[in-house]
């Protein structure tokens, strides 16, 4: 048969689809070959070799072996961590989607992300171990660092349109367009944005993940990363609208129904 061989190591899955009457298709992140899409044979029959493992945002242990093209075949998928403890809660178990559709999507297929990877599987394990909803910092942190392992890094500290220092107490704006903040007379028309939101995001940008689950945020625009990263792959982030109606269960979106 000759054919590349097989490779084992830590994979997190980012979602499968069923394909025919036996098989699944499973998208992994790994730290070695970023995304990757699969063949898992017999995943819809016997599952003797992928039981329990392919829930989104399961740790496992793959074996993969590349294929002809962009799919490769999964030969095996050995649970190492299921994430029992997020899918124990709405709120908590939709930022592991949400976390999973924006490091996964983020990723380069085929090219090692090892920072995406690391970043994706720290954000499931802090989630796993919280016991209760975290602040927003949280996720600000998340999309912010996301992007930034992307090369896509947003400008919070600097106007992204001239260039100068975003400084305290300034009026700003954020075009996620232009890759992040803006002073408000450089960006006419837009909302205005406050500068402790935007100094907020720079600074959990920069901290450890684990730093940021107590801590919130100040008013502003709380969907404005999640926009960069959905301009950036050019399709909404299908999760967020559930997110969205967690976070603000008063005024969900009129489009949710
Ligand atoms: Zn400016």
Not at 88 to 100: E, F, G, H, I, P
Not at 186 to 204: D, I, K, N, Q, T
Request: aromatic residues 4%; proline residues 9%.
């Amino acid at each position: 048969m000759g054919g590349a061989p097989a490779r084992t190591g830590p994979a997190i899955v980012l979602g499968h689809v069923d394909f025919g009457e036996r098989d699944r298709i499973v998208r992994l992140l790994s730290p070695d070959h970023g995304r990757v899409a699969c063949l898992a044979r017999g995943a819809r029959g016997s599952r003797r070799r992928f039981v329990g493992a392919l829930d989104l945002g399961n740790r496992v242990q793959a074996t993969l072996r590349p294929g002809r093209g962009e799919l490769w075949h999964l030969d095996e998928a050995v649970l190492e961590d299921g994430r029992t403890g997020a899918r124990q809660d709405l709120l908590r178990l939709s930022l592991l989607a949400y976390a999973v559709e924006l490091c996964g999507g983020l990723a380069r297929e085929h090219q090692p992300e090892p920072r995406l990877y690391g970043l994706l599987d720290m954000a499931c394990l802090l989630l796993d171990a919280m016991t209760a909803a975290p602040g927003a910092a949280f996720r600000a942190g998340l999309e912010a660092k996301a992007l930034t392992f992307a090369g896509l890094a947003p400008t919070l500290a600097r106007c992204a349109a001239c260039g100068e220092a975003l400084l305290p107490g300034e009026e700003l704006a954020f075009e996620p367009h232009k890759g992040g903040a803006t002073h408000r007379a450089c960006s006419p028309g837009l909302p205005p944005v406050p500068a402790a939101w935007a100094a907020a995001v720079e600074a959990a940008r920069r901290a450890p993940l684990r730093e940021l689950i107590d801590l919130p945020l100040p008013p502003g625009p709380g969907w404005a990363l999640a926009e960069m990263v959905e301009g950036h792959l050019g399709r909404p982030l299908q999760s967020r609208r559930l997110l969205a109606a967690l976070l603000e269960p008063a005024t969900p979106s009129p489009d949710l129904r």
